[in-house]
Every structure is written in C-alpha cells, then in structure tokens.
C-alpha cells in the first residue's frame, strides 16, 4: 500500500490568521489531518537538531549501518535532545532503523504510558532532515514579513 503523507514546511498559521514567525514541520496525511507520531519524533527532532551536530549525529548513523556501532547501556537512548531520545540497536529499534520517542507524549518509551517508539528508516531520517535544511536556506537573511506564506512539501519517503 502506498504512503501518502506529505511533509508541509511553513510558518504556521494561528486561528486568528496571523503567522507563527518559526518555521516548522507537519506531516498530514491523505485526509488533511497530522500524524502526530511523526511529528511529535521524528520532525520534532529534525527541528530541534542544530546543524553543528548533524555531522556527529550522522557519524554515528553510519556506525548502526556497518555494525561497529555499540551502545554503552542499552537501558538508555543513544542520542538525545529535550524530549525525544534516539535508540540505533535493537532491542529498542529494528534491525536497519533508528527509534525515535519523545517522553511527554504517548510516544515515550516509559511502560506506564502504553506508548511505543516510532521506527524511521536511516534513509527516512536523511531525507526529511535535507528537506528541512533545504527549506531554513531558502528563508535565511529574508524578511520574515515578506515570506510569512512560505509553503514547501514532500512526500513522506517510502523507506
């Protein structure tokens, strides 16, 4: 069955019809309504991930794709930022995927939440994150005024 969920790039739009002046991530799906367990792991990391760190963070993703990768403790995420904690080996993230949770929702790892972590393909992880840095360029040194429409979308990779 084919995806098909888009990825939305924008500057939000409040219910009084002004504009968030952050850019940010939705992934809708067919029907027009988000996918939470998208946006609340994956996008919320890429959004929250600084460029300086993407270079170590995708050091570390070649490591899980070679199998030289070991984790210190696999109790604990192996990347993290605010809420959302990253896993690369199993027992947390299948075999070839990364597994994203973010604690404050129903994605958390935590067993009392009855949540579970969302798994993403490396490849999935890639190609929303160079669509995210794509879609910062095009906005940088513009007049936030000026772009308050700004819109860009992909589909949500397959794999």
């Not at 070649?62 to 930022?81: H, M, N, S, V």
């Not at 299948?94 to 949770?101: D, F, N, P, R, S």
Request: a negative charge.
């Amino acid at each position: 069955m084919k995806n098909n969920k888009i990825i939305e790039c924008s500057f939000p739009r409040y219910e009084d019809g002004t504009h968030s002046r952050t850019l940010g991530m939705g992934c809708f799906n067919e029907d027009g309504t988000l996918d939470m367990a998208i946006g609340y792991t994956l996008l919320e990391f890429i959004e929250q991930q600084r460029p300086k760190a993407d270079t170590e963070f995708e050091e570390l993703l070649q490591q899980a794709e070679q199998g030289t990768y070991k984790p210190d403790d696999l109790r604990f995420g192996d990347w993290g930022i605010n809420a959302n904690e990253i896993w690369l080996s199993p027992p947390v993230a299948q075999k070839g995927c990364m597994a994203i949770t973010n604690e404050n929702t129903e994605y958390s790892i935590d067993p009392d939440s009855g949540g579970e972590p969302q798994q993403f393909t490396f490849n999935q992880y890639r190609t929303v994150l160079k669509f995210w840095r794509e879609c910062q360029q095009m906005i940088e040194g513009k007049d936030l005024s000026t772009i308050e429409d700004f819109r860009r979308e992909m589909p949500f990779p397959e794999q």
